[in-house]
């Protein structure tokens, strides 16, 4: 009896030190592969603003304002690829090429936007957009706990911010003369990806405040900047379709706070 007293003590200091130990270490690769999966969001965005800006300042439509978002989105890439480098230092053979792939991608894309404006700089600008969105998803991918509420939201957020940019990026894509048939697919494709993500944002019930009135912005203008975009067969409105864009983006920054701040928290 003496001696299961004694073992059962022992497993139970064990288990004692074993959450001293281990829930931190835990906490602390959670809140890594949170840094990771949101610079891989991060980078998801920037792949289609810095395009759209590219367009909007080679076609001469808000130029001053479009460069100026160019700049701060390649610096953005920039810091994020750090991020995404420093998570990814112990990751597998593939993760560590992707890592190098972004490299590549980024030393690309600066080199064209230093350069004088032609249509194959502008394909490349699209290529080189897709290319960046891809390998950034692969390490989203890797890196979000799937069972943990908040950080869907707050990926949910981040989502709708991703697909209004690639709304415009298509957008004024399609009035720089790229008129593909599967550029104008894949902006009503993010359209309808837009909507399916909202859906989730409308479920969520925890939202008070300034949340829900920035929820409740989205969706009253929703209706109305969709029909913008819809109609890239029908005319050209870039300016209209930019501030629609940004007018959106502004209350989903607000989710997207929000959500961040839970994740981060532990809340879930």
């Given at each position: 009896?003496?001696?299961?007293?004694?073992?059962?003590?022992?497993?139970?200091?064990?288990?004692?030190?074993?959450?001293?130990?281990?829930?931190?270490?835990?906490?602390?690769?959670?809140?890594?592969?949170?840094?990771?999966?949101?610079?891989?969001?991060?980078?998801?965005?920037?792949?289609?603003?810095?395009?759209?800006?590219?367009?909007?300042?080679?076609?001469?439509?808000?130029?001053?304002?479009?460069?100026?978002?160019?700049?701060?989105s390649l610096a953005l890439l920039k810091k994020d690829l750090i991020v995404i480098q420093d998570g990814l230092k112990n990751g597998d053979k593939e993760e560590k090429n992707i890592v190098v792939f972004l490299e590549y991608t980024l030393d690309e894309l600066l080199d064209i936007v230093n350069k004088p404006y032609s249509r194959e700089s502008g394909a490349l600008m699209i290529d080189y957009s897709e290319s960046l969105l891809e390998g950034a998803e692969f390490v989203a991918s890797r890196h979000i706990h799937k069972n943990n509420a908040e950080e869907n939201m707050l990926v949910a957020a981040e989502e709708q911010l991703f697909l209004l940019e690639r709304i415009n990026k298509f957008y004024i894509a399609y009035q720089a003369g790229f008129r593909d048939y599967n550029n104008v697919v894949q902006l009503k494709q993010a359209v309808q990806d837009f909507e399916t993500t909202l859906a989730q944002i409308?479920?969520?019930?925890?939202?008070?405040?300034?949340?829900?009135?920035?929820?409740?912005?989205?969706?009253?203008?929703?209706?109305?900047?969709?029909?913008?975009?819809?109609?890239i067969q029908k005319g050209a409105l870039p300016v209209i379709v930019l501030a629609s864009v940004e007018k959106l983006e502004k209350e989903l920054r607000v989710l997207e706070d929000f959500h961040h701040n839970n994740a981060s928290s532990g809340n879930n």
């Open positions: 009896m003496k001696f299961s007293i004694v073992k059962t003590l022992k497993y139970a200091g064990a288990a004692m030190l074993c959450a001293l130990y281990c829930a931190p270490a835990f906490a602390a690769d959670s809140s890594h592969d949170l840094l990771t999966m949101e610079a891989a969001e991060n980078i998801r965005f920037s792949s289609q603003a810095i395009t759209k800006a590219y367009f909007y300042k080679q076609q001469s439509v808000r130029p001053d304002h479009a460069a100026e978002v160019l700049k701060k409308n479920a969520y019930t925890k939202y008070a405040g300034g949340t829900l009135t920035s929820r409740n912005k989205i969706n009253e203008f929703w209706p109305v900047a969709k029909e913008f975009f819809v109609d």
